[in-house]
């Protein structure tokens, strides 16, 4: 046990430094910013001021939504009384995501309709945090040989457009469900206390306020941690170039190494819960309204 988590822990030593060791040949200096600029790999025309050019970050959304899309397909159709471990692995997380999430936020009237969609944007989320740490040839800007991009790490989900473009959804969602539960008049209506006076007129729009701050605590909590996660480790890797001295890695790796286990074991998978569950608890809450 001890040989193979020494190997794991070598093997990803290599992985972080091996990058930033082909760059310091070549570049006496580097920013680790420069990783989430996002430049089109495949350009397509701007529909007004829409761009679907294909970008890395584009691809990183392409591979979950694939991961996902085939890892259920050889789940159902090889369904067994005895699992073997990719079915009893889905088994496992389907049962946490019912539990934990899905019974956890949805009343029973909303449950049928909108578990489905819980478990689908926490898998989703999740699979995109475990794979933005998978050293993957990205990185066009550098190349290894003239044509080979250089590994690099890189989150979807700290890109500020996606995790709104998913908070969006649940907006919207948690909005339907409020007026399709209650009516349009009994649910605005929710929103606000039982107050009278004057003190109404400074809860109405604060009220108001908070529902639209949704988009930004939502988002921006997924977006800020997916984002300082990649940075605190790229930034580590990085010390070897900016300082101009290999052995800098003798320090610089290990604490990356420390970071990447700690982003990818408690912080890709805490987000990805975080969000779900607060989507569930926002649809839930609209349906039943507390006030």
Known sequence: MKSRLYATAGALALALGAP???????????????????????EIPKIGPIDLSITKGVFYLFLSAAILLVGTLLVVRNLRLHPKRLQAF???????SETQIGRASLPAKSYRTWFPYLATLFLFIWINNMISYLPLPVDTEHKIWGWLPTPSFYAATSN????????????????????????AGPYFKSWFPPVGGAIKILIIPLEILSQFLRLV???????????????????????????GNVFVAAASVPVAVFFYCFELVLVANLQAFIFALLSGIYIGTAAEPHH
């Open 217 to 243: 605590s939502l988002s921006v909590r997924l977006f800020a941690n997916m984002l300082a996660g990649h940075l605190l480790v790229l930034m580590c890797v990085s010390l070897i170039i900016i300082i």
């Open 90 to 96: 889905v088994e496992i997380v389907y049962d946490f």
């Open 160 to 183: 500020i457009s996606v995790t709104l473009a998913l908070t969006l959804v649940t907006f919207f969602a948690s909005h339907y469900v409020g007026i399709k539960h209650n009516g």
């Open 20 to 42: 930033a060791q082909v760059l310091a040949a070549t570049e006496p200096k580097t920013d680790p910013t420069k990783e989430f600029i996002l430049q089109p790999w495949i």
